[in-house]
């Protein structure tokens, strides 16, 4: 656990990232380069609850040109399926007495379908299940962007762009495949606006209207709809922005389960606002000191200032965050196991560093006897059935 006052220089640095802005990279498939604006900038800073904060930017850096595949789109007959799934269960407690160490690793976005084939095969070799908060433009055309009128943008405002059917069509495939295969999708709302004229200025009533527009754009896209967007349980807002209690008051209106945006520690989660807090996690980046969070960009600013070195230098930057995940696991066995909560983006940053070293560490880490790498959903099911750290049925197998 983090101490007050500590690393004061380290959250500093931290801080400094936010001026760089904060968006989720463009959309690949998108009709013409034009499509997706530039990321705005974003000078605010995420609330820690009662400790210091480690605020979290999250990137505005322009994403290589991703190479976009063309599936095979199956035939998709019948009603949309869940989105959230659960289909496995897990002992309160393990032979130890320790409840699961659950590994939760998501990514927002969630569009480039290259990278939902390599993360979907890496999840597969070690039977671990996965959340993808989806933007809703991902699933919708630009031919139609008017359709989507956020607060204080112009009608069909996206600084994540829009898609193409022949796109769209391929995502809704692969995420019917997702979610056959056990992963969940949550919600990363749409326009992805950060920043003064952000979604930090929302209200409830505004946050139901995005709310209701993802669902909008999920089921009335080109594609028949890929799942039920009621069913969606959870979210991550852009830039771990807005007005906790007016998002959450609408998430909670419309059903949901959790909110997985606020910043916070390595302990067990507790309930806020009605809805089960999913924090990104304060943590020492190794061998340094300095504190980050558990979210790709964070580390990615904390290492070299979001800025792509020169690729010799990618082993060394990629074994330091591999130690520091390395660390953070550690620091959940010493304190009785509560979950860890691992943050990501579509990426191929700084020459592959994060997503190579998010690999190696779910690949060493979720077939260890104590671990269960889990979606965020199943996480809640395990809390709803026993408890917080596993008290309300004690033992296990």
């Not at 690949?363 to 408890?387: A, F, H, K, M």
Request: glycine share 8%; proline share 10%.
């Amino acid at each position: 656990m983090v101490r007050p006052g500590a690393n004061l220089l380290g959250a500093a640095l931290v801080l400094a990232a936010l001026l760089a802005g904060c968006a989720d990279v463009p959309l690949e498939g998108s009709p013409s380069p034009s499509t997706a604006t530039k990321p705005k900038p974003s000078p605010s800073t995420p609330a820690m609850p009662s400790k210091p904060t480690t605020p979290t930017p999250t990137p505005s850096p322009t994403a290589p040109a991703a190479t976009t595949p063309s599936p095979t789109v199956p035939t998709h007959t019948g009603q949309p399926g869940n989105a959230a799934p659960v289909t496995r269960t897990f002992p309160a407690g393990l032979k130890d007495g320790k409840p699961p160490l659950f590994v939760v690793v998501s990514f927002d976005g969630a569009g480039d379908l290259a990278l939902w084939s390599r993360w979907r095969a890496v999840a597969k070799q070690v039977d671990a299940r996965m959340t993808f908060f989806l933007s809703g433009p991902y699933l919708y055309p630009w031919s139609r962007r008017d359709d989507y009128k956020p607060p204080y943008q112009k009608p069909g405002s996206s600084d994540i762009g829009w898609s193409d059917t022949a796109s769209i069509q391929g995502r809704s495939a692969v995420l019917r495949q997702a979610i056959a295969e056990g992963h969940e999708i949550g919600t990363h709302a749409n326009g992805h606006f950060c920043g003064k004229n952000g979604v930090g200025r929302w209200t409830a009533a505004q946050w139901t209207a995005e709310l209701q527009s993802f669902d909008q754009m999920v089921r009335t896209g080109p594609s028949q709809a890929p799942f039920d967007p009621a069913t969606v349980q959870g979210m991550r807002t852009p830039c771990l922005e807005g007005d906790r209690s007016a998002y959450r008051q609408a998430m909670v209106q419309r059903g949901m389960l959790y909110d997985a945006t606020e910043p916070g520690y390595i302990a067990w989660p507790k309930k806020s606002d009605g809805l089960w807090d999913f924090p990104l996690q304060s943590v020492e980046l190794a061998g340094t000191g300095r504190n980050t969070l558990t979210m790709d960009y964070n580390l990615w600013f904390t290492q070299t200032g979001a800025r792509t070195v020169p690729v010799a230098q990618a082993p060394a930057l990629k074994a330091q965050v591999l130690a520091t995940y390395r660390q953070a696991l550690a620091r959940s066995r010493a304190n009785g196991n509560p979950p860890l909560f691992l943050g990501n983006h579509f990426n191929r940053w700084n020459n592959s560093v994060y997503s190579d070293a998010l690999t190696t560490f779910v690949e060493e880490t979720c077939t260890q006897p104590d671990v269960r790498c889990v979606s965020n959903i199943e996480l809640v099911s395990w809390l709803n059935t026993y408890g917080v750290n596993g008290q309300s049925r004690p033992g296990g197998q």
